[in-house]
């Protein structure tokens, strides 16, 4: 796979620099959404849930950003990962090429997004008076991981989805259950009571994700190393898993469509 996808390196960029620029084509201001979607989200929930849960804290708003800004790369990357071999149906059946290219070039243009809506998390730290520290040099490592683990779904949803067109909809439905299963706009101690349910919620391979970023840009700490550990773990495995399962289906790509 590494020998074939470096030899077709030149459509692997040329993918990239197609999702970055294609996802806000013919807009007025084109990769500049990049910036200003993400931001508009955090200044939504920042308005209603301050006012739905109490305790919030003066860092809530920047608690909001480490969360949603994460979350969107893996949904946004996720969603489109599912629809990459539908997409491009018509280039499969023509052209050889690594089919593995299309969900690699939408996590990467994915993470390239998510590094410059990082630049709100730092805004928002300095407007706060958190700061900011070294620390930062941690942040790769985290994102480096969260893609990891979102190729790992990307790889098993683009061929799943290309035989079971239907699994779109149950995935967007799991989706959202998994938007409030991660502390994304709440804290982890309001479950205190409930020691099943905060288990659960902690060991979401998208809750230690979360909690790097915020280690990093709210608390300006290396980001726990047991959890890092226990994250690339789970992001290994599902990579393996899901690149196994794309592996196996690739080939009736072309017949599904």
Excluded at 172 to 188: C, E, I, M, Q, R
Aim: glycine letters at 8%; a positive charge.
């Amino acid at each position: 796979m590494f020998n074939e996808i470096y030899q077709y390196r030149e459509l692997l960029k040329t993918n990239i620099k197609k999702e970055i620029r294609g996802k806000y084509k013919g807009s007025f201001l084109g990769v500049l959404w990049s910036f200003i979607n993400p931001l508009l989200q955090v200044m939504v929930y920042a308005i209603v849930f301050p006012y739905l849960m109490r305790g919030t804290g003066d860092d809530y708003i920047v608690y909001l950003a480490t969360g949603i800004i994460p979350w969107t790369f893996f949904q946004s990357t996720v969603v489109a990962c599912m629809a990459s071999v539908k997409v491009n149906a018509g280039i499969i059946k023509k052209v050889y090429f690594p089919r593995e290219i299309l969900p690699i070039s939408i996590v990467m243009s994915g993470l390239i997004n998510f590094f410059i809506s990082c630049i709100i998390i730092l805004i928002f730290c300095l407007a706060y008076g958190l700061g900011v520290s070294w620390h930062l040099i941690f942040i790769p490592v985290v994102a480096l991981l969260q893609a990891i683990l979102t190729l790992g779904f990307g790889f098993a949803l683009a061929a799943l989805t290309a035989y079971a067109h239907d699994l779109e909809y149950i995935v967007n439905f799991l989706l959202t259950l998994g938007f409030y299963g991660t502390p994304v706009v709440y804290k982890l101690e309001m479950f205190a009571s409930n020691s099943f349910l905060i288990t659960l919620v902690r060991y979401n391979p998208l809750t230690l994700v979360l909690n790097g970023y915020r280690s990093v840009f709210l608390y300006h700490q290396i980001p726990a190393l047991n959890g890092l550990l226990i994250l690339a773990v789970m992001a290994f495995a599902i990579l393996f898993i899901g690149y196994s399962i794309f592996e196996k289906l690739e080939k009736g790509f072309a017949e599904q469509y």
